[in-house]
């Protein structure tokens, strides 16, 4: 093992803000690493034990949690992606830093790598299990790391927390029975925890950040990085899959909608793809109408009548709390997870076990961040062997740090913006007020890796008629915070 010279790799999630699980259970203690093994400068190949410790210094003594080992774990071309866990003790606020060492898989002969690496916090929000409300038997819900054990914690209105919670709550951990309430009045929270998001979606705080190319590749010449800001807002925590879609679908065309194209799904779990940027804006105001919301969307500048049937003009309502797309600027905010300099949600490295997409290490477009062997996905395309769409069930992946699944890959999602030769900036930014071509984000299932950055600005006609690249593009949709 002296021939192990040097490991690059890039933290996938926060210390201690870790992603929220996708209901209401105690968030879990696990995050996700991804590196890249170097043997006498080239990458390695085969099995390998890797080795995990947590200290409170960057040299020397100091050792907080750990270690622990994942056996065994298979690397191609260097790249791996591992789940480490040193449970609910660690991570109580204070800086630390992670030391990697490896071994030949089985010789517990452990090479240490350096130097250790600093690890630091990305915000989080706590999601429900039904809207507006946080409900039943929670056992543990740990909250952004640690809450102080003095002062008063807050209360979810109406219902003030009970005595339990505030006597019982060291460590950031929150005991009670139960809780109602969506949150409204929630006080004393560190600033980066907010109010509860609804079921299936994830709060984003609001703030500035930059937008666009940090990671420094050369081939985005569009994506120059731009100073911008965007209000807090909820995001569907996964792609729109086929039977939330179908759901929506047949309560709108029963209810004055029409759409071109009626969508199309692998598996009820998978993301429903086969729509055009109508079809979509349409199915949104369904659902704001199906649950009683405002529309967004309406077919006349004075919003006077809902936009449900037709390909024309489209005029939103920025105020209407209903659901709508992201706008580009939200988009990728979301998909950074609280990230700043990396090139994917999770860091700067691509391989199939992170993401749905077409790998081309030895193919027409390699590309030093990719580590899938040629082809499709070989989880996608056993699931679906004969056609397109070779889509995952959506959540087969790791979230990134804001609990986000399928950020890169699986399938674009249509943005409200029309695309422009540059960013735009500012706080709140819609794009352009004309266009030719709606934004599409995220990289597809059919996408070398390069398609899969967060920065890779794609766009695409709205309304391209019976195209066979709409199987290649989905959507998610966000609420305004609060609503």
Request: charged fraction near 10%.
């Amino acid at each position: 093992m002296n021939r192990l010279k040097s490991i690059l790799a890039a933290l996938i999630a926060a210390a201690g803000l870790l992603p929220p699980a996708a209901s209401s259970h105690a968030q879990g203690t696990a995050f996700l690493y991804q590196g890249r093994l170097l043997d006498q400068g080239n990458p390695a190949n085969g099995l390998y034990d890797l080795r995990f410790a947590l200290y409170n210094t960057a040299a020397g003594a100091g050792l907080e949690a750990g270690p622990v080992t994942n056996a065994a774990i298979s690397l191609n071309q260097g790249g791996f992606t591992v789940p480490v866990d040193f449970g609910p003790a660690a991570f109580q606020g204070a800086t630390c830093w992670l030391e990697v060492a490896v071994s030949p898989a089985g010789a517990n002969q452990f090479t240490t790598l350096a130097p250790r690496q600093a690890l630091t916090s990305a915000p989080w929000a706590l999601q429900t299990a039904a809207a507006g409300n946080l409900l039943g038997a929670l056992a543990t819900a740990q909250l952004s790391g640690g809450i102080p054990s003095a002062g008063v914690f807050g209360r979810l209105s109406p219902t003030i927390l009970p005595a339990a919670v505030v006597t019982n709550r060291a460590n950031g951990l929150v005991l009670a029975g139960s809780f109602s309430g969506d949150g409204v009045g929630l006080t004393n929270l560190p600033a980066n925890l907010a109010r509860l998001a609804p079921a299936g979606m994830q709060l984003i705080t609001a703030g500035s950040f930059t937008l666009g190319n940090t990671f420094g590749d050369s081939d985005l010449p569009d994506a120059n990085p731009t100073n911008t800001a965007v209000s807090a807002f909820y995001i569907d925590t996964t792609l729109v899959t086929w039977s939330q879609w179908q759901a929506r679908y047949c309560w709108a065309t029963n209810n004055g909608y029409d759409f071109v194209n009626s969508g199309l799904g692998k598996a009820p779990n998978h993301p429903v793809v086969q729509l055009d940027w109508f079809d979509v804006v349409k199915w949104c105001n369904a659902r704001s109408e199906q649950v009683g919301r405002p529309a967004v969307y309406y077919a006349d500048p004075g919003f006077t009548m809902v936009y449900r049937r037709g390909e024309g003009v489209v005029y939103p309502n920025w105020s209407a709390t209903g659901f709508r797309l992201p706008t580009e600027a939200e988009w990728e905010k979301a998909a950074g997870g609280g990230f700043t300099g990396v090139r994917f949600p999770w860091g700067n490295l691509i391989d199939p076990n992170v993401a749905c997409y077409y790998g081309a290490t030895n193919a027409i477009h390699p590309q030093p961040y990719d580590f899938s062997p040629p082809g499709f996905n070989a989880l996608a395309h056993s699931i679906t062997p004969f056609a397109e769409p070779y889509t995952t069930p959506v959540g087969t992946y790791a979230p990134n740090n804001y609990g986000l699944y399928d950020m890169a890959g699986n399938a674009f999602e249509w943005c409200w913006d029309w695309y422009g030769t540059s960013y735009p900036g500012g706080a709140d930014p819609h794009g352009p007020a004309t266009g030719s071509e709606r934004v599409i984000r995220g990289g597809t299932f059919a996408s070398y890796a390069f398609w899969c950055r967060i920065a890779q600005r794609n766009r695409y006609a709205p309304a391209p008629g019976a195209d066979p690249y709409l199987l290649r593009i989905g959507f998610r949709t966000v609420l305004p915070a609060g609503a």
